[in-house]
Nanobody
């Protein structure tokens, strides 16, 4: 059974930083994209960052470019999201995701999802 377990969410002030981690188990994702989505109240879920299996290709939503950095450790089957200069509009539930034949497919329909971790940025 595949599981994606997120950690690192919490409450932070505007301008602060958080680092999200997502550990996968049940199968290896070293050959597949991984990344992060988020969903704020009343809004659709959006892909904020994705990384190819090798780490050579990365995608960022325009709203987080220059502030968020995605990375992965295939030996640990883990993906990370370093979030800096956080803003109140970054407040959302952040979901780890994995799988998909290509990065494009991943950004719209990944195969696996985590349960989500709350990130709240206070003003």
């Amino acid at each position: 059974q595949v599981q994606l377990v997120e950690s690192g969410g919490g409450l932070v002030q505007t301008g602060g930083s958080l680092r999200l981690s997502c550990a996968a188990s049940g199968r290896t994702f070293s050959s597949y994209p991984m990344g992060w989505f988020r969903q704020a109240p009343g809004k659709e879920r959006e892909c904020v960052a994705a990384i190819s299996w090798s780490g050579g290709e990365k995608y960022y939503a325009d709203s987080v470019k220059g502030r968020f950095t995605i990375s992965r450790d295939n030996a640990k089957n883990t993906v990370y999201l370093q979030m800096n200069s956080l803003k109140p509009e970054d407040t959302a539930v952040y979901y780890c995701a994995a799988g998909g034949r290509t990065m494009l497919v991943f950004t719209t329909a990944p195969n696996y999802w985590g349960q989500g971790t709350q990130v709240t940025v206070s003003s």
